[in-house]
């Protein structure tokens, strides 16, 4: 894992762009085509929580979502701490998701039956998500690839076309990452989305929303590469966003 050293950046405050780019996204719809192997691992996801849940309304199972889950030991911890959700981790590495499910990540409680684990790309799962009228009650994002080069600024969640996507669909989203930069950003992305909301009636759901950025200080590791950063004795901060 490559992780370890601290974010390497030609950027040493918000990106000058932030506010033009998420303005300009909120105004406009992502229309990229579905991939279709992502179209199949949502469908395989919805049997499975519908099969964990024994019902057929997708709408009235809780889920919490566990976006980027590398080799998905946060979705277990997750798992745990929404007893009554299907938790679902999903990553587009085969090598990092292939590891999710092992039960050295579970210790001798073993694996959680309300937790899975799927192999897709999220910039086409969460639009399927939103669209299906999943409940999703959280939304785990931890450490996302930062893109800490200026000219790669728009690959980040937060100044992509996805953003006003990912903001809708939950009412908490936590993201947690090992840059103070990206998580600024975020926190103000989040506020310049929700004063476009308001003018903007296909956010109306997003009237409200908050962001508040912390520093965290994980008493045991939860994610593959908290425990490197923890260990190489990286600051950590996390932005909780409630809408
Ligand atoms: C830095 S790793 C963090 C993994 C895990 N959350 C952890 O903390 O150990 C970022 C993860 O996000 C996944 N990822 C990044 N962009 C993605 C996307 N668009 N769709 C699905 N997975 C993505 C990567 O494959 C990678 O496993």
Redesign the pocket.
């Given at each position: 894992?490559n992780?370890v050293r601290s974010v390497t950046t030609n950027q040493d405050s918000i990106h000058k762009d932030l506010e033009k780019t998420v303005r300009k996204y909120a105004r406009t719809q992502y229309m990229r085509p579905i991939a279709l192997h992502t179209q199949e691992a949502f469908e395989q996801a919805r049997e499975k929580i519908l099969t964990w849940a024994g019902q057929s309304d997708i709408a009235s199972i809780p889920v919490v979502l566990?976006?980027?889950?590398?080799?998905?030991?946060?979705t277990v911890h997750l798992a745990r701490r929404f007893p009554d959700c299907a938790v679902l981790g999903?990553?587009?590495?085969e090598v990092?998701?292939g590891k999710s499910g092992d039960p050295s990540h579970a210790g001798p409680e073993g694996i959680p039956a309300n937790a899975f684990w799927i192999?897709?790309?999220?910039?086409?799962?969460w639009r399927l998500v939103l669209d299906d009228h999943w409940d999703v009650r959280y939304h785990?994002?931890?450490?996302?690839?930062?893109w800490p080069k200026q000219s790669e600024c728009t690959r980040r969640?937060h100044m992509h076309p996805i953003f006003p996507t990912m903001m809708q669909l939950a009412p908490v989203t936590e993201l947690?990452t090992n840059w103070e930069i990206y998580a600024q950003e975020f926190r103000g992305a989040v506020g310049i989305l929700g004063e476009e909301s308001k003018t903007i009636p296909e956010l109306a759901s997003l009237r409200g929303i908050r962001a508040e950025l912390s520093t965290l200080q994980p008493d045991s590791p939860?994610?593959?590469?908290?425990?490197?950063y923890a260990a190489a004795g990286q600051s950590l901060w996390r932005v909780m966003v409630n809408r």
């Open positions: 894992m992780g566990d976006s980027g889950c590398g080799t998905g030991e946060s999903i990553d587009k590495s990092r998701i192999r897709a790309e999220l910039l086409d799962f785990a994002v931890f450490y996302p690839n930062p969640f947690r939860e994610t593959a590469f908290e425990r490197k």
